[in-house]
């Protein structure tokens, strides 16, 4: 959660127009990822942002979704949706 909240100060002082983000809230609870999805959407206006995630609450507060499945072995599937439609 610290570390979250220095990147956020970061991007306060020195806005990225591209942030990309590994799996920064897995160790978070379900509160506070949905303060770090709050975080975020603040910050959609300066920043893209892209979020590699398997938690629900993250997964649910954007506005696209890709995902990567395999239903043959060796043979991957990109999936996309837009939410919010």
Excluded at 44 to 60: D, L, N, P, W, Y
């Amino acid at each position: 959660l610290t570390a979250i909240a220095l990147l956020f100060a970061i991007l306060q002082l020195r806005p990225s127009p591209f942030v990309v983000l590994d799996e920064v809230e897995a160790a978070l609870d379900d509160v506070n990822v949905s303060r770090f999805t709050d975080f975020v959407r603040r910050y959609c206006a300066r920043s893209q942002f892209i979020i590699v995630t398997h938690r629900k609450g993250t997964m649910e507060a954007c506005d696209r979704m890709y995902g990567v499945t395999m239903q043959e072995r060796g043979i991957s599937k990109i999936l996309s949706m837009r939410l919010g439609e």
